[in-house]
């Protein structure tokens, strides 16, 4: 537990540290977000911020978990550093969607297919690492009923599907200042403490270096943004999550703890369906979801303040369903 | 930990359903706070939003603690319930300084002379209280040293000026939309954690009781705000705070898990004899020092977060000094 506190803090500062450093070179860079066009209104004064600062607690998480890591047992079966792998692929994919908005469509970084092609292999090569992993394997632990459930051979596929759902839905929910920032943060503790239950200190330590980047990282998130996260940062943290789960043999509590983001991706595919059905008519004003509760009237501020919240409050029945 | 993780869904549920059932009763009530004229011009536009918010996490806290406390030991030995009639005599004294400002300043409700008398008569029946507490006492706890000290009868004058100071503190912190609430929600996850850790799962149980209680508070109050704590509110968790903090033996850790609390305090202190001593310099552009950020230009979410995220990493400090 004190190493898991000690990098936490060590995390925060380098998140506070790089944030004022990364600032004015972002600025610089001209990275600055293109506001969809179909953003609620609102949002068009955000033109200019600049994206890509999910670097800063990637760059914090990554140099407190290496500093802070267990280096005891062999490299390959080493947690934090599969974890960050994974949150570093996921992140790439994500700078090339990032690329690709900065140079303003021209000369797109990857198209939906190579994106999608890229997050498939990406999944496959992280399921069949935790397959093959003697502290993971193919057993999910089922939370609440405490027994366990061996899926054999269907692990590789059944978490290839939530590996790609998980990514995807924490970039539908990072559509508002601080939103999905405040969300994982709540997130990481819970999984840190899960860690730490579970005898993974190990894994511990990566899931408290990314809480405290992330802390580190709000304050310049909140609204007004100073820096958004961008795909580079929403996809690090969806690969991240989804890795600190599975390696936990956790996965089904993805449910509970990453419930915004697959609300996220609920209401857009509840959305686009009801859209495409009825020809043209919406059940929300505008998805993801969290937009619909913007255009009913609730300030930015308010719904980051209601997710994160409800995060914990979930976050708190997981842990309830797990010690 | 079952029992604490319980109370704490129980407490936000009713904190989310009185604030829904509050707000417009003290709406009709005219329970509006006059903003005080010295205020930064921004908060000009917060005339009229209804104070007295406070007695929406207050009563999630009392009916959360009072189903969930455990009543095994004789009452007057019950650490939930004495943290409760703490609480709930210092919300006394806020709830007349909130009369007060709702009348404009007619009728006034308490003179600053009588409150310092009901102030001081409480701190000294909450010392006399632990002081005779055979699980509290006159021994303190010193955490980083990890050793104990005997106050012997000193306790009692230690502790009044320590109670005094806080609850006053905690008024002065209150001055940002959600900032109280926010820094209140990690104090008291922080100190439930500390009180299960004692084997003190009574106390637990109230510390959990509040933080969700705040929780489910904080919807409404982020900013911008639907209400305020008022007087009411903040006297409340100062009692709760230095309570909560008395009971564990750890009375020295409020430097820590309240450092912003005692920042407020402080910076009017140098700010008035600074200014006192030059002849009308100040140091600050405005005091408490939340209000000297905000004149530098932080957006007040913001101060908010920096002080969230830099009170949850003291509380983690405080635990590692401790666990």
């Not at 500093?67 to 490299?75: A, H, K, T």
């Not at 997050?119 to 089922?142: D, K, M, N, R, W």
Request: glycine letters at 10%; hydrophobic letters at 55%.
């Amino acid at each position: 537990m004190q190493r898991m506190m000690g990098t936490l803090l060590i995390a925060f500062v380098l998140g506070v540290v790089l944030g004022k450093l990364l600032l004015p070179v972002l600025h610089r860079l001209k990275f600055g977000q293109n506001i969809y066009e179909l953003a609620p209104e609102a949002h068009k004064k955000k033109q200019g911020t600049p994206i890509m600062g999910g670097l800063v607690f990637a760059g914090a998480f990554i140099i407190a978990a290496l500093l802070m890591n267990d280096y005891s047992m062999p490299v390959w079966q080493n947690m934090t550093l599969a974890m960050m792998l994974m949150a570093l692929g996921n992140m790439f994919i994500g700078f090339a969607d990032d690329m690709t908005k900065i140079r303003r469509g021209k000369n797109g970084g990857l198209t939906p297919k190579q994106k999608m092609f890229f997050q498939t292999i990406l999944a496959l090569a992280f399921s069949l690492y935790c397959y093959f992993h003697p502290q993971v394997g193919s057993v999910i632990e089922i939370p609440f009923l405490r027994t366990q459930l061996d899926l054999g051979i269907l692990y590789v596929p059944i978490m290839m599907f939530i590996i790609v759902g998980t990514t995807n839905s924490a970039n539908l929910l990072d559509g508002l200042d601080g939103l999905l920032t405040s969300v994982s943060i709540v997130d990481f503790a819970a999984l840190s403490v899960l860690a730490a239950v579970a005898g993974l200190s190990g894994l511990g330590v990566g899931c408290a270096a990314l809480c405290g980047g992330l802390m580190g990282f709000l304050i310049y998130n909140v609204n007004p943004a100073k820096m958004f996260m961008g795909d580079t940062g929403s996809m690090f943290i969806g690969g991240a999550v989804v890795a600190a789960a599975m390696m936990l043999r956790q996965p089904l509590i993805l449910v509970l703890i990453a419930f915004w983001m697959f609300m996220s991706t609920l209401s857009v595919i509840i959305q686009v369906t009801y859209f495409k059905k009825t020809g043209g008519k919406r059940i929300f004003k505008m998805s993801p979801i969290h937009h619909h509760f913007e255009l009913c009237g609730m300030s930015e501020v308010r719904i980051v303040a209601m997710y994160m919240m409800t995060t914990a409050v979930l976050c708190i029945i997981t842990l309830m369903g797990i010690l």
